[in-house]
T-cell receptor, first 116, second 115 residues
Framework: QKEVEQDPGPLSVPEGAIVSLNCTYS??????FMWYRQYSRKGPELLMY????GNKEDGRFTAQVDKSSKYISLFIRDSQPSDSATYLC????????????????FGQGTILTVHP | SAVISQKPSRDICQRGTSLTIQCQVD?????MFWYRQQPGQSLTLIAT?????????ESGFVIDKFPISRPNLTFSTLTVSNMSPEDSSIYLC????????????FGQGTRLTVV
């Protein structure tokens, strides 16, 4: 079993739809949760990061973390064709060597297409 | 955020040769990371590079194959040695900004094709 599981999609939605992307994880040491957006032939771009359980909103994007269920989500409201990309969840946490925020474990990525 | 520049952006190499990828950051960072993204796959951590110490490699990756240098707080290199077609991937540099911030930022990646 992988430490981080992400619905691979692909996901195709009409413009204006609400998109829900999800990841589950098994490692209780994960404390920091991130969502990256990756356009074709580009590096991952950080969209959202959260630490505690709850919601965090930034414009059309909302990140949700439920540590008790080991489940995180990213919601995109009023989706646009420019949102078409691969969305990666990523997590980091404590290990024997201490906490390294940048040492990330990624999900498989969800390919999202928003069509006009 | 940190601005990360990787060179080269892409390359096509002959099997058996080596390629060194450079990563330059616009600010001093404590920790730098190298990831691999194989075709159609997600990112896998290769190693962590701290300035002034040996890189720490993840399971499945060894120093002889992926030697890393970290000569200062803004620069690192990853060498892919004795390449085979299975090494064809995107190699990405990432940094942890530090200073209490928990975000990690990525460069644009180096797209490597081994023929």
């Amino acid at each position: 079993q992988k430490e981080v599981e992400q619905d691979p999609g692909p996901l195709s939605v009409p413009e204006g739809a609400i998109v829900s992307l999800n990841c589950t994880y098994s490692n209780s040491a994960f404390q920091y949760f991130m969502w990256y957006r990756q356009y074709s032939r580009k590096g991952p771009e950080l969209l959202m990061y959260t630490y505690s359980s709850g919601n965090k909103e930034d414009g059309r994007f909302t990140a949700q973390v439920d540590k008790s269920s080991k489940y995180i989500s990213l919601f995109i409201r009023d989706s646009q064709p420019s949102d078409s990309a691969t969305y990666l969840c990523a997590m980091s946490g404590s290990s024997a060597g201490g906490t390294s925020y940048g040492k990330l474990t990624f999900g498989q990525g969800t390919i999202l297409t928003v069509h006009p | 955020s940190a601005v990360i520049s990787q060179k080269p952006s892409r390359d096509i190499c002959q099997r058996g040769t080596s390629l060194t990828i450079q990563c330059q950051v616009d600010s001093q960072v404590t920790m730098m990371f190298w990831y691999r993204q194989q075709p159609g796959q997600s990112l896998t951590l290769i190693a962590t590079a701290n300035q002034g110490s040996e890189a720490t490699y993840e399971s499945g990756f060894v120093i002889d194959k992926f030697p890393i240098s970290r000569p200062n707080l803004t620069f690192s290199t990853l060498t892919v040695s004795n390449m085979s077609p299975e090494d064809s991937s995107i190699y990405l540099c990432s940094v942890e900004v530090g200073g209490g911030r928990t975000e990690a930022f990525f460069g644009q990646g180096t797209r490597l094709t081994v023929v």
